[in-house]
């Protein structure tokens, strides 16, 4: 056998469940898992997964310990009575907030729709529990309903997954991360004991279910007991833990990376991950791989949370890793592997997501595979860009080409993601199996890389199809001048992907050790200047929107000029409703319609106005916003009047389109000058 058969021969999927369940030793909470950033349970996993990695053979395990705010999520109980005096107990879900009781504490619980501002209107919810039924992967995030019930003066919030995540059964609870503060408490109800609750609370009561507490005719309510310990811990200590097999040629990486932090016990989400990356290092081991690059394994901390009221608050972890612990990995790791979710299909086709720079390499790779129809009918195939869902966006934006096995588009995400039934019933060996043979493939044919392989033309011309040459015009700006630049980067970036290619198989042919060594000697700084550039091609063209989305700088303006001239269109057609659509899809405005003031304004400043320390790799991503929240309450007043005046509605609006198209002006001179940058840097490249 040669040795890409001999590891292969050393995966042994058995060893990799038997980790992945193993990790389900520790947990915060005992009936539901649960082991978050900083916690008792995190550092007992860590120091499993550190013994290890020292078990199987890796070298240099460290663990890399960094500071952030931890989470101790031990128990929320509910209690009530039915009204045929019967018991009922409730295990709640948690998220990311302060919430303490001394045993079990009575509180009224108040029924409130969506829990939108409009649901509060003359109820008063001081020190009472607040429950709502919400869709947050469709309308909106948990931060919002939770600030305006504290706001309210609620004692927590409740919510009720209605579709969107823990649609496989009604007895599901679900988890996100908080992206807001902590003084806002908030727990999950399951939808099976959320409707045996309205159904007390609905239900005519009779006396003696009034005796029980069960039923109050004015508000929906019915009185409860909680005990619940949910303790945030501002500025603790958490820890990525690290393993190296060491490389032979040269001081660049190859790095794999998983989370080991999870919410209930996270069998996909994240351990099966983090047991496949020691499995594939256990058979490179085995198999006695002698690599190239330096191959480092590591297992991240606080992926799913880690910093108090930041929308940024999730890849805590490896933003720290690369970013803090080890900047110097920047401009030194030829690719990042990373795992999410690999025991399951997500679909018919496998997918591999990645940076628009390593597409191209990607799906040479992916079509030297034999996939196997019982695991992937469909197949396999590339994706590109990358999403901020998970730690590889950290790794991105810091200049670490990376990649992750596709996770978001299956019905996994509906159904099991988050929830209690994130389990081993999910297990797929087939699939669990071709990803270890799959991936520790890819680690063998990246180690024969001398250059990265970078395809900068790919993302280039990704960036002069987003700009509207014609808005643009309309706005003052020069769009046809970005495109040709752009244009030109993509034609010299083609050129020099061809030399990389080149140099790349060159090294290939090469027998003797010494050869190799000297060659790769002759490209460190060609290796140094190409990641140089991919590090600006990040910095200087990747940005979010305000739903966390990866677009280019300009996009976001393009949007909300369409919408806003969309909306002035209505306006002057009289018709009301149809501006207000318009307007719901600029920046963050669709929380205007819905909220006070107060929660629009909390959750837009602490994404333009906190340091970078907290907002971590969101930081400068966003760079405008529009308010329009006066525009869309004075809108939504307009709705009720027979023949509204809307002159003045027109002028505030116009106003708005005018300050998007300065902004359009800025970022495409922006663009501009960071297309010409980009052209002196491919300009000046000596390979």
Known sequence: MNIEETCLSFLDTDYSYEIAKRMETHKTNPALGYRTAGS????????ILFEEMQNIGLSEVTKDTFRLDGWEFEKAILKFIAPDGQEHICQMGGYQTDFVTDGFQAYELVYLGKGTASDYEGVDVRGKLVMVEMNQRDEWWISFPVYQAYLKGAAALIAVQTQGYGEVDATALNAQDIAGPEFAPAFSLSQAD????????????????????????????VTVWLDASSRIMPDVTSA?????????????????????????????????????????????????????????????AAEEWGVIDSKYDWSTGAYNQVFRIHPEWQGKVIANLNFELPAHAHNTRDAVRCTYEYADFMQKFVDTLDVPGEAFPDGMTVLY??????????????????????????????????????NQDLYQEPVYRFHHECYLKLVLEMDKLVLPPFDFGKMLRAAADSVNERMCAAAGCTGKELTALLKHAAALADEIYEKIS???????????????????KRQEST????????RKTQDYFVRLNWHDEVIFPEEAVQRNLHELQSALKSLKAGDVRQALAALYQVDNNMYAFLFDEEVYYHFTEYILHQPKERLMWGYGRIVHHENLYGIVQKLKSRLQEPAPMLDEDIRRLDAAFRRQKSCLRDDIRYMTDAAEKIIQLLTELDI
């Not at 730690?391 to 200049?399: C, E, L, P, Q, V």
């Not at 290796?527 to 991919?534: D, M, P, S």
């Open 194 to 221: 959320a409707a045996l609750l309205k159904s007390i609370m609905f239900e005519k009561a009779s006396g003696e279910e009034k005796n029980h507490g069960a039923y109050d005719s004015d508000v929906h309510s």
């Open 527 to 534: 290796a140094a200047a190409l990641y140089h550039i991919f």
């Open 40 to 47: 008792r349970a995190e550092r007992a996993t860590g120091d």
């Open 240 to 300: 990525n833990i690290t393993g190296k097999i060491p490389g032979t040629e040269t001081d660049s990486m190859i790095l794999l990376s998983a989370h080991y932090d999870s919410y209930f016990d996270g069998f996909q989400d994240d351990n099966a991950a983090v047991a496949l990356m020691l499995g594939i290092a256990r058979a490179l081991i085995k198999g006695g791989y002698q690599p190239a690059h330096t191959l480092v394994f590591c297992a991240m």
């Open 385 to 422: 860009p990358i999403e901020t869902w998970s730690d590889d966006f950290s790794m991105a934006i810091a200049g670490i080409p990376s990649m992750v096995n596709d996770f978001s588009a299956g019905p996994f995400m509906q159904n099991y993601y988050h929830s209690q039934y994130d």
């Open 502 to 520: 080149q140099i790349n198989g060159d090294y290939l042919k090469l027998k003797l050790p010494d050869e190799r060594l000297a060659f790769r």
